[in-house]
């Protein structure tokens, strides 16, 4: 049973970056596809990227590209996600969640997510 | 980008009552490419429906999606109180990925 695991709730200033991770328990990081999506009151959910096991490498959404990156560190079986540049409208709850690929496309685990408020 | 729109916002129904959620999309996505979340307050969302039509893991049947091309819809027989949630299909046919807006379920 493979379970996600994400860090605690940040508070940041407009302008600095925030650093989200996502333990993985269960599977080693190498067998499952990681992404990432986030929750607005105004926007709802929003698909930020992840890895892409037919391209084997990470993709990102286009509004995305650029200001976030998303790492893995197999070592550790943790998945992180770095936002730059914080706005206010990058106040939202963050979740990381497990890409199934083989016929169908979902996300069949999510980790609970993380809230990142960003507020002067 | 694929925008899919979720009818109605809310519903406000009893327990025991059937619905019917739909999901329209901006453009044709295929069948194998539509999924259904459910989300109730201070979760994450959970998976109900791939394919636009397969039952996830766990899920019970009077849960049963169906379409195709732009319109796809989740219908819940027989609600029961757990039922009363959030609903948001999403798209997986371009990039970006995209969701609806939601649907919310109330008692």
């Known amino acids: 049973q493979v379970q996600l695991v994400q860090s605690g709730a940040e508070v940041k200033k407009p302008g600095a970056s925030v650093r989200v991770s996502c333990k993985v328990s269960g599977y080693t990081l190498t067998e499952l596809s990681i992404h990432w999506v986030r929750q607005t009151p105004a926007k709802g959910l929003e698909w930020m990227g992840g890895?892409?096991?037919?391209?084997?490498?990470?993709i990102y959404a286009q509004k995305f590209q650029g200001r976030v990156t998303l790492t893995e560190d197999t070592s550790t079986h943790t998945a992180y996600m770095e936002v730059t540049g914080l706005r206010s409208e990058d106040t939202a709850v963050y979740y990381c969640?497990?890409?199934?690929?083989?016929?169908?496309?979902?996300?069949?685990?999510w980790g609970q997510g993380t809230p990142v408020t960003v507020s002067s | 980008e694929i925008v899919l729109t979720q009818s109605p916002g809310t519903l406000s129904l009893s327990p025991g009552e059937t619905t019917t959620l739909s999901c329209r999309a901006s453009?044709?996505?295929?069948?194998?490419?539509l999924v259904w979340y459910q989300q109730k307050p201070g979760q994450a969302p959970r998976l109900l429906i791939y394919?636009?039509?397969t039952r996830a893991t766990g899920i019970p049947a009077r849960f049963s999606g169906f379409g195709s091309g732009t319109d796809f819809t989740l219908t819940i027989s027989r609600l029961e109180p757990e039922d009363f949630a959030v609903y948001f299909c999403?798209?997986?046919?371009?990039?970006?990925?995209?969701f609806g807006q939601g649907t919310t379920v109330e008692i």
């Open positions: 453009q044709s996505v295929s069948g194998s490419n």
């Open positions: 890895y892409d096991p037919e391209e084997g490498e990470i």
């Open positions: 394919g636009a039509s």
């Open positions: 999403q798209q997986y046919e371009n990039s970006p990925w995209t």
């Open positions: 969640a497990i890409l199934r690929s083989a016929i169908y496309y979902y996300f069949d685990s």
